[in-house]
């Protein structure tokens, strides 16, 4: 139930806040992206697109993409529906973080700090020391598998020049933050069109596909299946873009008025729910190019991208040329084949 406008507990939280009024969320990029005053309504709701693809990454990291795989090899478009609803949970949880971050002007974090009391504040954040921790080793790991499967290059090799991202980023926040969104986007993008031609070759039967978005009793009689959804929910609502979120969205100049703030509440929410149904499309193209391509062909134990990667070509009746020998093939004075 909403407290009233003058109630004690509402009056607590906006003298804490106020007095935190001088610690801004993001503090290198608050209000640093433009919002065009009188522009048309496309315009302004342009300036607000970015923070939902920077959040909805988490939704695509390499835990969903081998839960997604085992579920497709082994139990077909059955765990679609397990995808779409979990994607949905994580829509609503966006916005409230969203909703939260603009209405207060204060993100997650600071509005925990603010009203629970120190030990919980403690709890909370050894919580998220423990996510961000298992996080980055699935981010580090991931990368260096695909640096290996791409280029050969020893794990610990790839898993160094991981951390690399961090430089990375760094110069894209000195250049702007929008440099930042531009470049996430852009590598999104490219991850959507990988996988709708993944999908085009593989030729899932249409019927089976849209069957497997409609929940199914056997999911919760399956303890097999149901520990692969367990394992897709897990992987898909990521606790740490809530408080990730919160933030992001104060890096947009509106108007700190009743109006300004109801504006921006409806841009960012439509912002991360367009890249929320992004992230679903990469997420089911994941369980569907495995079911259309390892469950019916006897590949049913396909659980690793390192198996999904050796395999999918020669099932797929696609292959090109490994990187390394690309650029072999452009050394100057010779071309090998």
């Known amino acids: 139930m909403a407290s009233p406008p003058h109630s004690p507990r509402r009056s607590v939280l906006h003298?804490?806040?106020?007095?935190q009024e001088s610690r801004l969320s993001l503090p290198e990029a608050h209000a640093s992206v433009t919002v065009p005053e009188g522009a048309s309504r496309l315009r302004r709701f342009l300036a607000f697109v970015g923070p939902g693809y920077m959040v909805?990454?988490?939704y695509m990291d390499p835990g969903n993409w081998a839960t997604d795989l085992a579920g497709g090899a082994q139990f077909g478009f059955t765990l679609l529906s397990?995808?779409?609803?979990s994607n949905l949970m994580a829509i609503l949880l966006q916005s409230l973080a969203a909703r939260l971050g603009i209405a207060?002007?204060?993100?997650?974090?600071?509005?925990?700090?603010?009203y629970f009391p120190r030990s919980v504040n403690i709890l909370l954040w050894l919580a998220c020391e423990v996510a961000i921790i298992a996080c980055d080793l699935a981010e580090v790991i991931g990368t260096a598998i695909a640096l290996q499967l791409l280029f050969g290059m020893p794990l610990l090799l790839g898993a160094c020049l991981s951390a690399l991202d961090a430089i990375l980023l760094l110069l894209l926040m000195r250049l702007g933050f929008r440099w930042l969104e531009a470049f996430v986007m852009a590598l999104l993008g490219l991850i959507a069109v990988c996988f709708g031609f993944q999908i085009a070759a593989a030729s899932p039967p249409i019927a089976a596909v849209m069957k497997g978005f409609l929940p199914s009793p056997v999911i919760l009689t399956n303890p097999q299946m149901l520990y692969i959804a367990i394992g897709i929910v897990g992987a898909t609502v990521m606790p740490h873009n809530l408080y990730l979120h919160s933030s992001l969205v104060q890096t947009r100049t509106?108007?700190?008025t009743s109006a300004g703030r109801r504006e921006a509440i409806r841009w960012s929410t439509l912002d991360s729910t367009i890249a929320l149904m992004l992230a679903l499309f990469v997420n089911a193209g994941i369980l569907i190019v495995a079911a259309a391509a390892f469950h019916t062909t006897g590949h049913q134990d396909v659980a690793e991208i390192q198996q999904a990667y050796t395999l999918i070509s020669p099932l797929l009746g696609w292959g090109?040329?490994?990187p390394?020998?690309?650029l072999r093939c452009w050394l100057p004075g010779r071309i090998q084949p």
Do not use: K
């Open 15 to 19: 003298s804490v806040f106020s007095a």
């Open 56 to 58: 909805s990454v988490g």
């Open 82 to 85: 397990v995808i779409m609803l």
């Open 104 to 114: 207060t002007g204060h993100d997650l974090a600071q509005a925990c700090r603010a």
């Open 254 to 256: 509106y108007a700190r």
């Open 320 to 322: 090109l040329p490994p």
């Open 324 to 326: 390394c020998l690309l």
